[in-house]
Antibody, heavy 120, light 112 residues
């Protein structure tokens, strides 16, 4: 059974930093494209960025609103995905979902999400 | 960026009756590899999204066959043949053909 468990969410002041983790199990993590998607309270879904497999180059791509502030990385030895968020803004407040693409689409399986609140 | 436009944004449906959601993209979603990376997601109240349909018309694992997808190019449709109570939620179309990946605004399906 595929499981994606996010952690590291919480309350942070504007300008602060936070790192989310996503522990994956039930599939070959190193073969999966991994993605972060966020959802502001009461709003729709917004793609944050994704990282491809190490064998495919391991490159990460980002949405314009977070480029230069957020960094996605992966540790295949720990089956864990990370999202380092710096210079946080109030508009970054959202539930952040970790999503795994295991072969059907890049968005096959979703975690439960981690709430990040940016407020003074 | 590719803009995904869904209609309607709200769909009150009688139990056992069909429902249909349309999704239109601002550009063709046909990838250079020949695939069309158009998917449909379901988000039940208080739950994370889950994949229903991928590459236009393929049902994901465990998805009931009352859900079907169709379309091509820039116009796509999700149909529920007979709505059940557990189908209440918000449905999103999404494209992964071109970065940045984008989502429709969501269509809320509720029971009349």
């Amino acid at each position: 059974e595929v499981q994606l468990v996010e952690s590291g969410g919480g309350l942070v002041k504007p300008g602060g930093s936070l790192r989310l983790s996503c522990a994956a199990s039930g599939f070959t993590f190193s073969d999966a494209w991994m993605t972060w998607v966020r959802q502001a309270p009461g709003k729709g879904l917004e793609w944050v960025g994704r990282v491809i497999t190490k064998t495919g180059g391991g490159t990460a791509e980002y949405a314009a609103p977070v480029k230069g502030r957020f960094t996605i990385s992966r540790d295949d030895s720990k089956n864990t995905l990370y999202l380092q968020m710096n210079t946080l803004k109030t508009e970054d407040t959202a539930v952040y979902y970790c999503v795994a693409g295991v072969g059907f689409t890049p968005l096959d399986y979703w975690g439960q999400g981690a709430l990040v609140t940016v407020s003074s | 960026d590719i803009v995904m436009t869904q209609t309607p944004l709200s769909s009150p449906v009688t139990l056992g009756q069909p429902a249909s959601i349309s999704c239109r993209s601002s550009q063709s979603l046909v990838h250079s590899d020949g695939n069309t990376y158009l998917s449909w997601l379901q988000q039940r109240p208080g739950q994370p999204p889950r994949l229903l349909i991928y590459k236009i018309s393929n049902r994901f694992s465990g998805v009931p066959d009352r859900f079907s997808g169709s379309g091509a190019g820039t116009d796509f449709t999700l149909k529920i043949s007979r709505v059940e109570a557990e189908d209440v939620g918000v449905y999103y179309c999404t494209q992964a053909t071109q970065l940045p990946w984008t989502f429709g605004q969501g269509t809320k399906v509720e029971i009349k």
